[in-house]
């Protein structure tokens, strides 16, 4: 398993490894980390198995790899500029699955921070069929928890989600 597992590693440009404590970012994180390595900072972690997927820790925030929500489905979360700023989740792609709404649910400290639904396609929703994205403002110093789930409305508005949540992504700040 070792060995699969370092096979399905990315490595880190070196100057990410600058002050030695930087680990290969795993291949499932590495499209979103590689978008802009800036905005995630150093790999803090190994990529670890979490129940069916993986999750890897970053300077600024947490991927987590939910296969069953799609096969390259990852939701991650990480700090938008202060810790009292808040943070950035997104999701996706959510292939070969697509979806007409999302939900996700957000808690802080254990307890309903908010649930938003979002319609893909509609402008400035802030999600399509496969992907999206929110911005979740700061609630106060702890621990955040966010899972998203991709549903099909039908025309009298009732929901069917087949896939079910995706593994949750944490964040403290």
């Not at 979103?32 to 970053?58: D, V």
């Not at 300077?59 to 929500?69: A, F, Y």
């Not at 500029?81 to 939900?103: C, E, I, K, R, V």
């Amino acid at each position: 398993m070792a060995a699969a597992l370092l096979s399905a590693l990315v490595a880190v440009p070196q100057s990410a490894h600058a002050a030695g404590t930087c680990y290969p970012v795993s291949s499932h994180f590495a499209g979103e980390y590689y978008a802009n390595p800036a905005n995630w900072g150093c790999a803090t972690s190994p990529e670890y198995r979490y129940l069916n997927g993986s999750f890897q820790e970053f300077t600024k925030g947490e991927m987590v790899w939910s296969p069953s929500q799609g096969t390259n489905m990852v939701v991650s979360a990480r700090r938008y500029g202060t810790p009292q700023q808040g943070f950035l989740f997104h999701w996706g792609p959510s292939d070969p699955y697509n979806y007409d709404a999302w939900l996700t649910r957000v808690t802080y400290n254990g307890n309903l921070l908010f649930q938003k639904e979002c319609t893909a396609g509609v402008w400035g929703s802030g999600c399509g069929r496969t992907i999206g994205g929110l911005y979740v403002p700061y609630a106060g110093k702890g621990h955040y928890r966010i899972i998203t789930e991709g549903c099909d409305v039908s025309w009298t508005g009732s929901h069917t989600c087949r896939q079910g949540w995706t593994i949750p992504v944490d964040i403290f700040l």
